[in-house]
Each structure stands twice: as structure tokens, then as C-alpha cells.
């Protein structure tokens, strides 16, 4: 999908400082080589199957399916995966492509601290060493996280700019790349920032999309009407949609995260409520003010707080391929008890709102009809912060 | 004023730039300090438009931008200060001299700012409030036709960035380049350092090669030793966090005019 200077229809781009240009076209050139290596990608399917888990299960959700009435609900289990989020797809593979590169250090930002664990799980596997990025009021948010990443032999270092969230992590990660960039390689966590990052971390995250088609033509002898995946950045929905995209029967909805409701301030809803600009490396879709200056957005989700969106997803909304659709941490969070109690599956925060849009349109959707929502992360890290929000005084 | 002053500013001999973020601590302080650096002898002026989120910046200008977007700094602010100063016109206050600075001025801020506002209309602004050139410095080499082609069309540089990792790219921006080259002095965002890279002379020797353009090494120079050292290898120097380190210290616009006009006299000796 990719043209050759890495744009998406008008959005994409590499919007940098001259001190890395050579080392993304550097990284652009190694991926071009190792993305057809067959003994990379050998290497890189052994660490997928081996240590990572794959392929993640497509679970029938039949309790789910007939509480709801309608299609029938698939769950693909990215959960599952080791490290527990989809994560670890996408980081495998940039990890093995450094070390190919002879890179020794991985430096990364995280948001709810999923792409950092996994990074950090990357780096210790592969002898690498990692530093995390993340915001100061991630850190308070998920807390037990920071310990992960610790444990596992990572740096993490709060970030105080800005809104102290996620946005400023990426910020403050791209810093350092200009600091000590020979050595150091950004393992980006979502289909984001300067090309190649967009193409490189959605190829490795399209294995959703592969196993998603092939399951389910194994267990239903067809494709699904609907596939839907959370939507932050996008990296889990650009892997749950890539392999559907030319399956023009097959609706794509991306779930974003709206925070207090699209109508207010305290929104992250980035398609449904931002502008074109040009930020982070990329152009694309952003929640800006009047004058071009990014907003301080809000999700009660630390993985979906980021007020912009991948070019690919801005592509696929320009050309009318995917739907984006806004759900709120009320929703959200009712989603997130609803699968815990129904399937005794505890969903991230951030799944969880793709979740709550498959509640709302699955009663209406015929029973022969059939949906999969990517369970992009397990809710464990969460479970703290849902009890504080119901009012309870629980803290990790 | 057009990109032809940015140049011929270097043909006094070697050029100090100082750099201040507008509206930092607000627009008088900023509107006193550029006075005071104008008749100190700055070659060339620039100023930086805050956005939230300056990726190429160290702590001293992100806290700057931070200080001048919640004080209220807008683009238009920023438009209005220019007109003001070249029209000749007082500061809000009413203490500072009239005359109008001819100084040649250049933006320095982020794309978003830019392509929010509308890259044509924001050049036509700076056409007739009197700005000459534009600084992005995450636009490179790849991306900035869509900038650059529009600063042309009305006779403003597009000014161009070389890093100490640009090794095989240099002479391609060179070619290219508008104004002055800014050669980045070392690894990192902006702030005051100790050390630099170390083949800057050869950097600068592959420019020579491929343009006449000045060069001009920001990034990390903060005292009129480090300016002396630096101004011998090109053919300016520009300060930047420094400057604003100060603006942010002073107790009124008055102040900071008067601290920064000197530290501006000295750097210009300096820099000779």
C-alpha cells in the first residue's frame, strides 16, 4: 500500500530532524533485505511460534454470541501471546532486525507499558540493551509495568513534558534517537512516526490479519462480515485489517478511544475528532487547537491516549475503506467487567473498546452473520484502575 | 526584505544569530530583546514560533515554548510582533526606542505550525510583517518541497540543516540551500554543551564544495569562547537556549534587554 516515498495517499511521510535521516533510510534498506530473507523471516516465525506463542487462538465466544443475539462473536487472542498483548509481534521482529543491523541498543516508548514490556522482553532475549520512555502519569497508572520492564533488565524513565503521557514519550524517545543514534535503534510500538515505521511495524503486525482469514475459512469455510480492533496509534487494528482489506465484503472498524464523549475536551478520538497536520514524523490526522498546537487528549486507556492516528488508518477513512468509530471509557469499562463475567476472559482497557462496539452492533447484525474482535491485550494491568474507577480503594 | 538580506547579512564578516522564543516570559520581554540584540550587531535575527510539542528542542526552549503557549502566544501574536518591530512602533509598555529594526529576521518553529495556518498564507504573512526566512527542523532534504516551493514563489529562504550524521547527504542539501546552511554542531536537540562533533571543518569543506551560501553552526554554543572557536571554522554562529535562559531569568523587559545586549556585544566580538 505503500507508494515509494512512504505516503499513504497524502498522509505518511518522514517528517525528521537531518540527524536521522540517514538512520531511518538506513533501516528503510536493511528492511527492504530482510523482509524477503528467507532466513530472517525462518528465524523471525521460529521466535513467533517458539517464544511468543503464536499462532494466538480465534476463540468462538459463545456465551457472549448468545447473550447478544445477533452474529456470532469471534475473539482472536492476541492476549494470549507472551508478554500478553499484540505487542510482541511487531517488537520481535524490529528486535531481530537491529540486531541484524548490528544495533545493541533498543530504546522505545510506551504508553500503558505493553510495548515497553515486550521490548524489554525482547532486548533481554536477544542480549540488547533497552530503554523505556513514559509518561510520568503512565508510570503512576501502571505502575506494576514499570517493575515488569525493570525485572526483565530495561531502563525506564518517566517523562515530565508536556502531558506526561504517551505523546510525550514518543517525543522524548525521538530525543534520544537524535543523541545516540549509531548504536541505538527506535523500536517504535505502533504503525507511526517517519516511514519506514509505518510499513515495517504494520507487516509485522499483518499476522493477525493472515491467521484471522485462515482460521476462520478452517471453521467457518468463510470470512467474517466484521473485523474490529481498538484503535490508538493502530497497530493492532492495521494487523487485524491488512489481510482484508482487498475483501471488499469485510466491514473494518476501528475503535478509538473517546474519552468523556467526542463533544468534549477530554477525548482521544483522533479520526473523529482531529485535523490533517503534520507531527511526530508523519502526516496524518491529529487533535489540534486553531493554531496547529497538538492537544493534551485523554483516555481513561493509557495505550489509546495519543492524539494522532497511523497514516494508513488516515488512508483508509480518506478512501472510505474503514469505518472509525468513537467509544467511551464508560463503555469501555462496562465492556471490560461485561467479558470478564460472560467470559471469564479479562480484556485490556484498550480491547475493551472495540469490545463495546461489537456490543452495540452485533443484536442488530443477522445470526448468521459473523464478527471477530482482536482481544488486542489481556486486562491484568488494568484491573487497579477499573476498581478505582468503580470507586473502590484498591492501588497496586 | 527578501532571502538576499539573509546572505548579504554574512557580508559584514562572520555573523552571531541569536535565537529567542517569542512571548517567553511574554511579548514585551521578547519585543525589548530583539531591539537589544539588533543594535548589539546580531547579523540576523531569529525567532522561534512556541508549539507544543518541540521535538528537536532540549529542556531551556521546551520550557520556553511551555511558558509562551500558556502566557497566550499564538502565531498571530508572534506576526503582530514582527509588524510592531519593524514598523518602529513602542512596545506595549512604552519604554523602548521607536526605531524600526532592519535586522533581517527568520522563523524557527515546527511544520505543524506552518501547514496548519496554511503554508501560502502563512508566507504571504511573513512577506508583509517582514520576515525573510523559515526554519523547520523536521522538515529535511525529502520533505520540503511542499515548504520550500512556496517560500520560493515569494522570495523567502527555506534554510536547510546539516548534522554531524549527514555523511552522504551534504552536498545534496547543500545544492539547495537557501540563505545560510545550518550546520548542527553536534548529536541531540538544543542546549548548552561542552563538547561538539569533531569533523565539523571536514563537514564544512563538503558544503564549500557544493555552494557559496554562508554556514552557520547552532546548536549547543553559549560562551564567546565556544562563539570564537566556532565562528573560525564557518562563517556565523548561532546561540540559542542560552539566550533564552536569560530572557526567562530577567525581571522585566527592561532587564533582559539591557543583560542580553551585552551578552549580545560580547558574543558579536567574539565571533569576529
Known amino acids: 500500500m505503500t507508494n515509494p516515498e512512504g505516503r499513504f495517499g497524502v498522509h505518511g511521510g518522514q517528517y525528521v530532524p537531518e540527524t536521522l535521516m540517514n538512520a531511518i533510510n538506513e533501516l528503510d534498506e536493511a528492511y527492504a533485505f530482510y523482509k524477503s530473507d528467507p532466513a530472517f523471516q525462518a528465524e523471525l516465525h521460529d521466535l513467533l511460534n517458539n517464544y511468543a506463542g503464536r499462532p494466538s487462538l480465534l476463540y468462538f465466544a459463545e456465551r457472549m454470541t448468545r447473550d447478544l443475539g445477533g452474529a456470532k462473536v469471534y475473539l482472536k487472542r492476541e492476549d494470549l501471546n507472551h508478554t500478553g498483548a499484540h505487542k510482541i509481534n511487531n517488537v520481535l521482529g524490529q528486535a531481530l532486525l537491529a540486531k541484524k543491523m548490528g544495533k545493541k541498543r533498543l530504546i522505545a516508548e510506551t504508553g500503558a507499558g505493553q510495548h515497553g514490556v515486550a521490548t524489554a522482553t525482547a532486548a533481554a532475549l536477544l542480549d540488547m540493551e533497552c530503554e ?7 508510570t503512576e497508572r501502571q505502575a506494576l509495568n514499570v517493575y515488569r520492564m525493570r525485572l526483565l533488565g530495561a531502563k525506564v524513565h518517566p517523562v515530565d513534558s508536556g502531558t506526561a503521557t504517551l505523546k510525550d514519550a514518543v517525543s522524548e524517545t525521538m530525543r534520544e534517537w537524535t543523541n545516540r543514534v549509531a548504536d541505538t535503534h527506535y523500536c517504535l510500538g505502533s504503525v507511526m512516526g517517519p516511514h519506514p515505521f509505518p510499513t515495517i511495524v504494520r507487516d509485522f503486525q499483518a499476522v493477525i490479519s493472515q491467521e484471522i482469514k485462515s482460521q476462520m475459512l478452517e471453521r467457518e469455510g468463510r470470512l467474517p462480515n466484521a473485523v474490529l480492533a481498538c484503535v490508538g496509534g493502530g497497530s493492532n487494528a492495521i494487523g487485524t485489517f491488512y489481510h482484508f482489506i482487498d475483501d471488499e465484503d469485510v466491514r473494518l472498524i476501528g475503535c478509538e478511544a473517546a474519552g468523556r464523549g467526542i463533544d468534549t475536551l477530554e477525548t482521544a478520538a483522533t479520526v473523529n475528532t482531529g485535523s490533517l497536520g503534520i507531527f511526530h514524523g508523519m502526516k496524518s490526522y491529529f487533535c489540534q487547537d486553531e493554531y496547529g498546537q497538538i492537544s493534551p487528549v485523554y483516555s481513561i486507556s493509557a495505550g489509546l491516549d495519543y492524539p494522532g492516528v497511523g497514516p494508513e488508518h488516515a488512508w483508509l477513512h480518506d478512501i472510505g475503506r474503514a469505518e472509525y468509530v468513537p467509544v467511551t471509557d464508560d463503555e469501555a469499562v462496562d465492556a471490560f467487567e461485561y467479558l470478564s463475567r460472560t467470559e471469564g476472559i479479562i480484556p485490556a482497557i484498550e480491547s475493551s473498546h472495540a469490545l463495546a ?36 480503594d484498591l492501588h497496586e | 526584505m527578501s532571502k ?217 554554543i553559549s560562551t564567546p569562547d565556544q562563539a570564537r572557536t566556532m565562528a573560525a571554522k564557518a562563517d556565523g554562529v548561532i546561540v540559542g537556549s542560552a539566550i533564552v535562559a536569560q530572557a526567562a531569568e530577567a525581571a522585566s523587559p527592561a532587564q533582559a534587554a539591557n543583560t542580553l545586549g551585552a551578552y549580545a556585544k560580547a558574543m558579536v566580538e567574539a565571533v569576529r
Open chain 1, 132 to 138: 523505556v520512555f513514559m509518561g510520568r502519569k503512565d
Open chain 1, 357 to 392: 462496539h461489537a456490543m452495540k452492533i452485533v443484536p442488530d447484525m443477522d445470526k448468521s452473520d459473523i464478527v471477530v474482535v482482536t482481544l488486542s491485550g489481556r486486562g491484568d494491568k488494568d484491573v487497579a484502575a477499573i476498581a478505582r474507577y468503580r470507586g473502590e
Open chain 2, 4 to 220: 538576499t538580506d539573509i546572505t548579504r547579512a554574512f557580508a559584514g564578516g562572520k555573523a552571531f544569530i541569536p535565537f529567542v522564543t517569542c512571548g517567553d516570559p511574554n511579548i514585551e520581554t521578547t519585543a525589548a530583546v530583539v531591539r537589544a540584540l539588533a543594535e548589539a550587531g546580531a547579523a540576523i535575527i531569529e525567532l522561534g514560533i512556541p508549539f507544543s510539542d518541540p521535538t528537536a528542542e532540549g529542556p531551556v526552549i521546551q520550557n520556553a515554548n511551555v511558558r509562551a503557549l500558556a502566557g497566550g502566544t499564538t502565531t498571530d501574536t508572534v506576526f503582530d510582533l514582527v509588524r510592531d518591530l519593524r514598523a518602529g512602533r513602542p512596545g506595549a509598555d512604552g519604554t523602548f526606542a521607536a526605531a524600526p529594526v532592519t535586522t533581517p529576521f527568520v522563523f524557527m518553529t515546527y511544520a505543524n505550525v506552518v501547514f496548519h495556518y496554511g503554508i501560502e498564507r502563512f508566507c504571504q504573512r511573513m512577506v508583509e510583517v517582514g520576515v525573510d526566512g523559515l526554519i523547520l527542523p523536521e522538515v529535511p532534504l525529502e520533505e520540503k518541497d511542499e515548504f520550500a516551493s512556496v517560500c520560493a514563489q515569494h522570495d523567502l529562504a527555506f534554510i536547510s540543516l546539516v548534522a554531524p550524521t549527514s555523511a552522504g547527504r551534504i552536498q545534496a542539501i547543500a545544492r539547495e540551500a537557501e540563505g545560510f546552511v545550518y550546520l548542527v554542531s553536534s548529536l541531540g536537540t538544543t542546549g548548552m554543551r561542552d563538547t561538539f562533533a569533531t569533523d565539523l571543518d571536514a563537514i564544512v569543506a563538503q558544503i564549500r564544495e557544493a555552494t557559496d551560501v554562508p554556514i552557520a553552526i547552532g546548536f549547543g
